[in-house]
C-alpha cells in the first residue's frame, strides 16, 4: 500500500527540528510515495535552505501569507496522490517503522478510516521521554474517549483521504481545536477508527510548547469547542461539565502546575 506525507510549516518552526521531523518520514522502513510540504507563508531564509537541500523528494507548495493549520493541511491534502494519507507535525520525530505498522492495520481491516498510535513526550533528548501519552484503542472505545478528550494522537495520525474530504475536511475557522473538530465529524460520519498501543512518534513538549496550550485565550476556545459538542448533541450536559470546567482549570493554572497535571494525566 501507498500513502503521502502531509506535513505544514510556518516561519516560527525550527530549522533543525523540521529537517529531523522530515527525515524521520523519507528514512521510513517503508517510504512514502508522495510527500507534500506546505509552506504556511513566508518562511524564514534558514528553513528554506532546509526543504531545498531535499530537492525533488518534497512536493513543496507555498502559501503567500500566512492562514493558519486548518487551512494549510486542506491546501496540502488536496494534492496528496495516495488514498492513505500519514499527517506529521514539522517538530517531531516518527519512529522509522511507525508507517509500516499502520499500513498493516489497513491491510488487515479494509474498514479502517483512522489509524492513530501512542506518543512519548520529551523536552530536549528524544531518548528521554518525560510521559507516554496513549488513546483508546477499539473503534467502540475511541466513540467514548471523544467525549473527553481527543481520541487521537494527531502527529501519529494515518487516514484515508476520501473519508476526511467527505466531511469537508479541516475546519480553517478553528486555530486551536482544529484536529478535534475533524475527529469528531469524521466518528459521526459512521467510519471505523483504530488506534494502535504501539509508540509511534516522539513529540517535543517544551514549556514554550506547554505555555500555548494554556492562557485564557486557549481557555475560551476551548469552553467555546466545548459548547459546540453539547449543542450537537455529540456530549450530554453532564459530560460537558465533567470535561469543560476541570480542563477549563488547568488551562488558566500556571505553566508549572499544568505541566505537572499533564505528567499525571500521562501516567
Known sequence: MEYSVLMSVYAKDQPDFLRTAIDSMLCQTVPPAQFVLVCDGPLTPALNEVIEGYGERLEVLRLPVNKGPGFARNHALSHCRCELVAGMDSDDISLPDRCEKQLAAFERDSELAVVSGAIEEFNEDPNEPFAVRRVPLTHEEILQYSKKR??????????????????????????LFEDYDLWIRTLKSGVKTANLPDVLVKVRSTPAQLKRRGGRVYAKSMMRFRRQLLKTGWISRKEYVMSAYPH???????????RLVYKIIRK
Open 150 to 175: 481527543i481520541p487521537f494522537n494527531n502527529v501519529t495520525a494515518m487516514f484515508k483521504k476520501a473519508a476526511v474530504e467527505a466531511v469537508g475536511g479541516y475546519n480553517a475557522t478553528l486555530r
Open 248 to 258: 477549563y482549570i488547568v488551562c488558566i493554572s500556571p505553566n508549572g502546575v499544568r
